[in-house]
């Protein structure tokens, strides 16, 4: 089984109050994860977001981050945008919206045969996309 981790499930190492679950779970599946260039994108704002010393920790963490996931990043490629175009429209056809950055990575996930590990399910739960939610089904 491999992941694709959201931004929520990937920040809790560099977070104060970070789940220990998590951290714990993530540490165990560690070679079987990836995630998207769109989530790194998010956590590149969320770290933006910060400043003085908790901006210049996250930099850092994330710099180790992006080195520890070398050649596990997946872009938005042609074939992505084209399990997106119909993953996008089979959800219009069922009356279905789902956020367009949730969308990008679940089109990620599905054409890299991956599960989303995110603790955002609601986002994610819909026809065809594998969602493990790791701060509930930990317990």
Request: charged share 25%; hydrophobic share 40%.
């Amino acid at each position: 089984m491999s992941w694709l981790l959201d931004a929520d499930v990937l920040s809790q190492p560099a977070k104060k109050n970070g789940d220990p679950r998590v951290v714990a779970w993530l540490e165990t599946v560690r070679n079987e994860c990836y995630t998207s260039s769109i989530v790194v994108a998010q956590l590149a704002y969320w770290v933006r977001t910060k400043s003085g010393k908790e901006r210049d920790a996250l930099q850092d963490w994330l710099r180790r981050f992006l080195s520890a996931f070398d050649g596990r990043i997946r872009g938005f490629t042609v074939a992505v945008a084209h399990v997106w175009a119909d993953q996008q429209r089979a959800l219009e056809d069922a009356g279905v919206k789902m956020p367009i950055e949730d969308s990008y990575i679940a089109a990620t996930a599905r054409r890299h045969n991956l599960i989303i590990a995110t603790g955002n399910e609601r986002h994610f739960t819909r026809p065809g996309i594998r969602v493990f939610n790791p701060f509930r089904e930990l317990d």
